[in-house]
């Protein structure tokens, strides 16, 4: 007779500690200046964030496979940080696009500018974008959006290790009525 793993002798771990892991997102920041793509470079890292940096809407694009190329990604984005005034496309432009995206839509955005321009803000949440942070970036705003995306990382996991502990229940129920 085969033997019958109980679900709780099954290998599924609710430990998220590794999933939530300040070292595991992944940041894309966008700005066409060079001293704001350092800073903001540096305050990510700062806060444990792995970092990408592009200068411009299209270079985003371009990195994201999302130019037309149509390539696939093998990477893992966990938050994009865009400037709002670049030359070319505007950082609520790339918003607009990221969001028309199927593989993209829920990544959240963050849109920064040196210019409090209220209908500009509203624009951009309305939108979808997580945030409006006004330049420069502060520390404090890093940490806070880095330790949101960790709490939102860590109940995305807990809900699918949930599913799976539901699934493994049904399949020992099955398997016990079954007699195998």
């Given at each position: 007779?085969?033997?019958?793993?109980?679900?709780e002798m099954?290998?599924?771990?609710?430990?998220?500690?590794?999933?939530?892991?300040?070292?595991l997102?992944?940041v894309?920041?966008?700005d066409?200046?060079?001293?704001?793509?350092?800073?903001i470079?540096?305050?990510?890292?700062?806060s444990?964030c792995?970092?990408?940096?592009?200068d411009?809407?299209?270079?985003?694009l371009q990195?994201?496979?999302?130019?037309?190329?149509n390539?696939?990604?093998?990477?893992?984005?966990?938050?994009?940080m865009t400037?709002?005034?670049?030359?070319?496309m505007?950082?609520?432009?790339l918003?607009k696009?990221i969001?028309?995206?199927s593989?993209f839509r829920e990544?959240p955005?963050?849109?920064?500018s040196?210019?409090?321009?209220l209908?500009?803000?509203?624009?951009?949440?309305e939108?979808g974008?997580?945030?409006?942070l006004?330049?420069?970036?502060?520390?404090?705003?890093?940490k806070?959006?880095?330790?949101?995306l960790?709490k939102a990382?860590?109940?995305v996991?807990?809900?699918?290790?949930?599913?799976?502990?539901?699934e493994a229940?049904?399949?020992?129920s099955?398997?016990?009525?079954?007699k195998?």
């Amino acid at each position: 007779m085969a033997e019958v793993l109980r679900p709780e002798m099954l290998d599924i771990s609710n430990d998220t500690s590794s999933l939530a892991s300040p070292e595991l997102l992944h940041v894309l920041a966008v700005d066409d200046s060079i001293v704001d793509r350092k800073f903001i470079e540096r305050l990510l890292r700062v806060s444990s964030c792995k970092v990408t940096v592009v200068d411009s809407a299209t270079r985003a694009l371009q990195y994201l496979g999302l130019d037309g190329d149509n390539s696939s990604v093998g990477f893992q984005i966990n938050l994009i940080m865009t400037d709002y005034s670049m030359p070319g496309m505007t950082g609520y432009e790339l918003l607009k696009k990221i969001k028309e995206s199927s593989a993209f839509r829920e990544i959240p955005v963050v849109i920064m500018s040196s210019e409090n321009i209220l209908p500009r803000i509203d624009r951009c949440l309305e939108e979808g974008a997580e945030d409006f942070l006004l330049k420069p970036v502060k520390l404090a705003d890093v940490k806070r959006l880095r330790d949101s995306l960790m709490k939102a990382e860590e109940r995305v996991f807990k809900n699918i290790m949930h599913k799976r502990e539901l699934e493994a229940n049904d399949i020992y129920s099955q398997l016990k009525r079954a007699k195998i």
